[in-house]
């Protein structure tokens, strides 16, 4: 350790590594930047030497890292395997997780979802207000009460769908509106289910 | 067993899925710059349209049988290519995709009793209901057979055919002309029906040394394949090209050096692109440019120039420059061009490019510069960043009178339900 200054403990970078965070000492910390790749080798190397670690009691190991830059002798890293006290490792690092991510709690089958906008006032008392997003998934089948983009006669339609015994209609949602009953004569198909009612609100 | 699954009429289906309206309409879309018709519905086909007319030539059509034109746009029918891709990779072990509408899907390790027909019919309908897009599924021992049992699935109308039945086979081969064969061209089937080789099946039956003599070990391979025996596996990955041509007809014909350089620098910047996308730099730059053709009135002028870059380069910048010099000696003043192109060969991996010794240029910043603009563009939009020389001007920009809004990749354009 003579001569070492220990100025920077490194933690993995991608926090993917199995295994606890590792600590060693580098000497220079300018140095750390143009070796980056020499770096990266080192974690590699020491995920390696930890596995071997937990298996003894008492390892020494150096680490040698070549100076591509110069043509000095090797610079050699010796290794600090119990971690430096330069504070308390973050007890949160077992549990790290990723961020809430919402396209995929909105999206479920990303093959089979298509996003539309809602124009007209129709479904206006169940929330679907003009300029409002909707997310709609083909992949699913009609269930009664769903609300559905549908295309009937070759117009699209946003609709409560309605199964009763032996009719389909769709139920506008406003009073204004009277519902449309489905017969064998129109050109009807159930284009996807809504999803999510996306609304900005400033 | 392999299967091959084809979109119906791709582009045309791909208009439909959004406008209801035309489900049984006319409809058909043009190729680049409106230029001529490159997919037809059925209907389409019906009233006489043929593939590859020229637009104006179907100018009539659009009143006497309301046919619904559309300019292409590969916005919308790459996404839904990539859905359809995307849902086949969830269902079969291996796929390999052969083209914007077209899949290969290797069905190995399946059990002796497995019903092909029962699951090729599964696949179609998840693809409708999924995405919309019609399919036509052809399951055979090979993909050459494959490729002919799709054609039937096709024009039978059922949508999935296996052909697996050697009496089937033959009766399917005796009906299949050889230039519908695949991975036999035009050339190849010319000069076998000069030999009285005119169906698959007469292909199948001469013997294998004379296949060999006429048309290599690749005519070889394709008569393996119709006899049953698999020669050609799946290709996962497309090999990286060996030159890339960036080409496009003008929006109307271009006398002006200043729209027409305007218009070589964005095509040059696209094959700059391209080239880093597969990490590669290229060595020569060849610039084309081409008077109309088919305007026997006016006077014809047309060139290419080769540069060979002093250090192979992926640099937008630097293949811009040297672009720009080109063009400066194909452009001569007087003349009305319709149509000019970049070439860039002589392409190897990026790691293997030799710095010259009197090399001024700064590559690693270059390059920083491009990986910048490139993630910068990838997040905000293709050309959001560009080199100046680009421009603004578009007087080359296609044509595209009929373009439909981009349903699945710009929010603007999703579609609007009342």
């Not at chain 1, 590594?17 to 990266?40: D, E, G, H, L, M």
């Not at chain 1, 609709?159 to 949602?173: A, M, S, T, Y």
């Not at chain 2, 057979?145 to 089937?168: C, P, Q, S, T």
């Not at chain 2, 003008?250 to 006398?255: C, Q, S, V």
Request: aromatic share 10%; glycine share 6%; with cysteine.
């Amino acid at each position: 350790m003579a001569g070492l200054v220990p100025t920077k403990t490194l933690k993995n970078p991608k926090n993917k590594c199995r295994f606890s965070i590792a600590t060693y000492v580098i000497p220079k910390r300018q140095w750390i930047k143009k070796q980056n790749v020499c770096i990266q080798f080192a974690h590699l190397y020491l995920s390696f030497v930890q596995i071997f670690n937990s298996f003894n009691d008492k390892p020494e190991f150096m680490i040698q890292i070549y100076n591509l830059n110069t043509v000095e002798s090797p610079h050699l890293v010796p290794l600090v395997l119990s971690p430096i006290s330069a504070g308390f490792p973050s007890p949160a690092t077992d549990y790290l997780e990723e961020g809430i991510d919402l396209n995929k709690e909105v999206v479920k089958n990303p093959d089979s979802t298509f996003i539309a906008k809602v124009v007209g006032v129709s479904m206006i008392d169940a929330g679907f207000y003009p300029g409002d997003i909707i997310v709609v998934d083909k992949s699913l089948n009609a269930k009664n009460n769903d609300i559905a983009v549908c295309s009937i006669d070759g117009e699209f339609t946003l609709k409560r769908i309605k199964i009763e015994h032996d009719r389909v209609f769709l139920q506008p949602e406003n009073k204004r509106f009277s519902p449309i009953f489905i017969t064998p004569e129109n050109d009807f198909l159930v284009w996807g289910i809504v999803t999510y009612l996306i609304k900005k609100t400033r | 067993m392999f299967a091959l699954v084809d979109c119906n009429n791709f582009y045309v289906s791909c208009q439909r899925v959004f406008e209801p309206a035309y489900k049984d309409k006319p409809v058909v879309v043009l190729s680049n710059n409106d230029g001529c018709v490159i997919s037809r519905s059925e209907e389409a086909k019906k009233i006489g349209i043929k593939m590859g007319v020229p637009a104006f030539e179907i100018e009539s059509f659009r009143v006497s049988h309301n046919l619904k034109v559309y300019s292409s746009n590969y916005a919308l029918y790459g996404d839904m290519s990539h859905r359809v891709m995307s849902i086949l990779a969830k269902l079969a072990p291996e796929i390999e995709i052969y083209s914007i509408d077209e899949c290969f899907l290797q069905l190995t390790g399946f059990d002796a009793g497995f019903d092909f027909i029962k699951f090729g019919r599964e696949l179609r309908h998840k693809i409708l209901k999924y995405t919309g897009i019609p399919t036509c599924v052809g399951i055979a021992r090979t993909k050459t057979l494959a490729k002919a049992a799709n054609r039937i699935a096709k024009k039978e109308g059922h949508g999935v055919f296996m052909l697996d039945d050697e009496i089937d086979i033959q009766i399917c081969l005796d009906k299949l002309s050889v230039e519908d064969v695949w991975g036999i061209g035009q050339r190849y089937a010319s000069k076998l029906k000069s030999d009285n080789v005119v169906t698959a099946l007469d292909f199948t039956n001469m013997p294998q040394s004379w296949v060999q003599k006429r048309m290599t070990v690749v005519g070889v391979r394709t008569w393996f394949e119709l006899r049953g025996k698999s020669c050609i596996k799946l290709e996962h990955t497309s090999p990286d090209k060996k030159a890339i041509c960036t080409s496009r007809s003008f929006g109307r014909l271009l006398d002006d050096f200043g729209a027409i350089e305007e218009a070589v620098c964005n095509f040059t910047a696209r094959c700059a692109a391209k080239l880093r996308k597969q990490k590669s730099c290229a060595g020569f730059l060849i610039v084309f440019l081409y008077t109309d053709y088919f305007r026997k009135d006016l006077p014809q002028n047309s060139k290419s120039v080769t540069i060979k870059l002093p250090t192979h380069t992926n640099s937008s910048i630097e293949l811009i420059s040297y672009a720009c010099n080109a063009l400066k000696k194909a452009y001569s003043a007087g003349f009305l061009y319709k149509k000019a192109g970049v070439i860039v060969t002589d392409i190897i991996p990026q790691e293997q490019v030799l710095v010259g010794l009197f090399d001024e240029v700064d590559r690693e910043k270059h390059q920083k510069i491009m990986q910048t603009i490139d993630k910068l563009n990838h997040s905000f939009g293709r050309e959001k960043i560009k080199v100046g020389k680009q421009g603004f001007n578009k007087k080359w920009h296609l044509k595209s009178e009929y373009l439909s809004p981009c349903y699945t990749t710009k929010l603007s354009d999703v579609i609007e339900v009342s």
